[in-house]
Structure formats: structure tokens, C-alpha cells
């Protein structure tokens, strides 16, 4: 149940935080501890960004059957994602270091298995029928995932777009934002720097 400790005014809502009062069970409340921990923020920070993400979702979600049915693909590839990883962890490292269970991401190996569990996933849901492109552009059309997974990759590891679009512009920013430290991992782009001019 949340209640909150004072009434809500309209010119405080446009410059000041709202303060609420939250009951978790002690469970949650160890995990919110340890998760933002880990991340190095306060408890207060954690659950408003975990808010804000379940909103986000919601938007995203919102958008249509198909959007539903993409993010519900990636929740199960995330699931066999982080198993994997976690299991590898726990088989190679956890002797060596007990921290390879929470950071299964550091190892190349665990990784690894995590990358194939992703693709696993993926192969079983793919679509039934031949993989054909369009003649008039088959070429082309071969290069669309790569070319897009590397625009992506570029925005990813520099918070910037290749354009002036609102929504590329966002994502952009998003997409660098939640990777934070990863960002850095990403080879090709991490050289960039934001670019003159374009407010960040």
C-alpha cells in the first residue's frame, strides 16, 4: 500500500519531489538493498528508476500485439540468457571467485554460453518458411540486420544519433544511459564523441 505523507500541490509537483511512504514485505526490501548496492545508488534511486522502467515498458508495450509479442521473446531469451550464464558461472568460477555468480557478464566463457542460449531461443521461435529476400534488393536486404545492429551499437556506445530525429536523439541517449559502464565494451564506436554542437 502506498500512502503519501502530505498533500500534493500543484506548484510543488512542477519543482519539488513528492515524498511517499511504501510497505514492501522484507524480502523485497533486501533485494531493492542489494540491487542498489550493487549499483552504487540509494534505495530511493533504485525504486524510482525501477518505476520509471516499468513505465517506459508499459509505453512500449502498449504500442501493439506485435510489440507485446517481441518483448515477451526477449523476456525469454533474457531468462535463458541470464540461466546460462549463471550456471556457467557457477561451474567454472564460483570455486575460484564467489563473485562470478553475480557477474557472470565478466567471464568470456559464461558469456559465451549466454550468447548461445540467446540464439537457441531464437532459432526455436523463428517463423516457418524459406529465408528469401526481395530480388530487386536482395543484396541489400542480406545487410539490413548487420547495418542496423551497428547503427545501434554506435548510438549505444556514444549517446549520440546519426540524425536530428526527437526519437533517435532519445534513444540514443537511453540506450547509453542503462548499458553505463558497458558502453565502453563496445569496440567499434567507443572512440566516438559527442558531436559539436548537439546538445547531449
Same mark, same amino acid.
Given at each position: 500500500?502506498?500512502?503519501?505523507?502530505?498533500?500534493?500541490?500543484? =506548484?510543488?509537483?512542477?519543482?519539488?519531489?513528492? =515524498?511517499?511512504?511504501?510497505?514492501?514485505?522484507? %524480502?523485497?526490501?533486501?533485494?531493492?538493498?542489494?540491487?542498489?548496492?550493487?549499483?552504487?545508488? #540509494?534505495? !530511493?534511486?533504485?525504486?524510482?528508476?525501477?518505476?520509471?522502467?516499468?513505465?517506459?515498458?508499459?509505453?512500449?508495450?502498449?504500442?501493439? =500485439?506485435? #510489440?507485446?509479442?517481441?518483448?515477451?521473446?526477449?523476456?525469454?531469451?533474457?531468462?535463458?540468457?541470464?540461466?546460462?550464464?549463471?550456471?556457467?558461472?557457477?561451474?567454472?568460477?564460483?570455486?575460484?571467485?564467489?563473485?562470478?555468480?553475480?557477474?557472470?557478464?565478466?567471464?568470456?566463457?559464461?558469456?559465451?554460453?549466454?550468447?548461445?542460449?540467446?540464439?537457441?531461443?531464437?532459432?526455436?521461435?523463428?517463423? #516457418?518458411? %524459406?529465408?528469401?529476400?526481395?530480388?530487386?534488393?536482395?543484396?541489400?536486404?542480406?545487410?539490413?540486420?548487420?547495418?542496423?545492429?551497428? #547503427?545501434?551499437? %554506435? %548510438?549505444?556506445?556514444?549517446?549520440?544519433?546519426? !540524425?536530428?530525429?526527437?526519437?533517435?536523439?532519445?534513444?540514443?541517449?537511453?540506450?547509453?544511459?542503462?548499458?553505463?559502464?558497458?558502453?565502453?565494451?563496445? =569496440?567499434?564506436? !567507443?572512440?566516438?564523441?559527442?558531436?559539436?554542437?548537439?546538445?547531449?
Amino acid at each position: 500500500m502506498i500512502a503519501r505523507t502530505r498533500p500534493i500541490h500543484r =506548484q510543488e509537483m512542477a519543482t519539488d519531489k513528492i =515524498q511517499i511512504g511504501l510497505r514492501v514485505p522484507d %524480502e523485497l526490501h533486501e533485494a531493492l538493498y542489494a540491487a542498489a548496492k550493487r549499483r552504487g545508488v #540509494s534505495v !530511493n534511486k533504485e525504486i524510482t528508476d525501477r518505476l520509471l522502467k516499468t513505465f517506459d515498458e508499459d509505453l512500449v508495450m502498449s504500442t501493439g =500485439q506485435e #510489440s507485446s509479442a517481441f518483448y515477451a521473446v526477449l523476456r525469454v531469451a533474457a531468462a535463458a540468457m541470464h540461466l546460462a550464464g549463471l550456471n556457467t558461472a557457477a561451474i567454472t568460477s564460483a570455486l575460484v571467485n564467489p563473485d562470478a555468480l553475480k557477474t557472470w557478464m565478466e567471464y568470456p566463457f559464461a558469456y559465451d554460453q549466454a550468447v548461445k542460449a540467446a540464439a537457441t531461443v531464437f532459432e526455436a521461435l523463428r517463423p #516457418s518458411g %524459406e529465408i528469401t529476400a526481395p530480388p530487386a534488393t536482395a543484396d541489400f536486404a542480406k545487410l539490413i540486420g548487420v547495418g542496423v545492429a551497428n #547503427s545501434i551499437l %554506435e %548510438e549505444a556506445a556514444s549517446g549520440e544519433a546519426r !540524425n536530428n530525429n526527437p526519437g533517435s536523439i532519445a534513444r540514443a541517449k537511453k540506450l547509453n544511459r542503462d548499458l553505463g559502464p558497458l558502453a565502453n565494451r563496445i =569496440q567499434h564506436f !567507443n572512440h566516438l564523441k559527442p558531436r559539436k554542437g548537439r546538445k547531449r
